[in-house]
């Protein structure tokens, strides 16, 4: 049974930074693309950045230069760092296993704010 369990949310001032980490098991992890994704309040979920198990990155534009994706293989688990955080990064952050039709964390709550 695959489980994904993400840590390191928080509430973080404008500016400031947050990793986020999430640790899979019951899965062969580095054959697998790794995602995070967000839900806002009142908005759809969204692909923030993936890594593929051939390790290259994607990001949407509007973290592009501030967050960066990072998987380790040997403790089958992804992170994202964040930098520069914006109040409109305040979201619930999931961390995803294989895509829209894999599998998803418990989520994480970021909140920035002053």
């Known amino acids: 049974q695959v489980q994904l369990v993400e840590s390191g949310g928080g509430l973080v001032q404008p500016g400031g930074s947050l990793r986020l980490s999430c640790a899979a098991s019951g899965t062969i992890f580095r054959i697998y693309a790794m995602g995070w994704y967000r839900q806002a309040p009142g908005k759809q979920r969204e692909l923030v950045a993936d890594?593929?198990?051939?390790?290259?990155?994607n990001y949407a534009d509007s973290v592009k230069g501030r967050f960066t994706i990072s998987r380790d293989n040997a403790k089958s688990t992804v992170y994202l760092q964040m930098n520069s955080l914006k109040p409109e990064d305040t979201a619930v952050y999931y961390c995803?296993?294989?895509?829209?039709?894999?599998?998803w964390g418990q989520g994480t709550q970021v909140t920035v704010s002053s």
């Open positions: 890594i593929s198990s051939g390790f290259r990155t």
């Open positions: 995803n296993l294989n895509g829209w039709v894999g599998y």
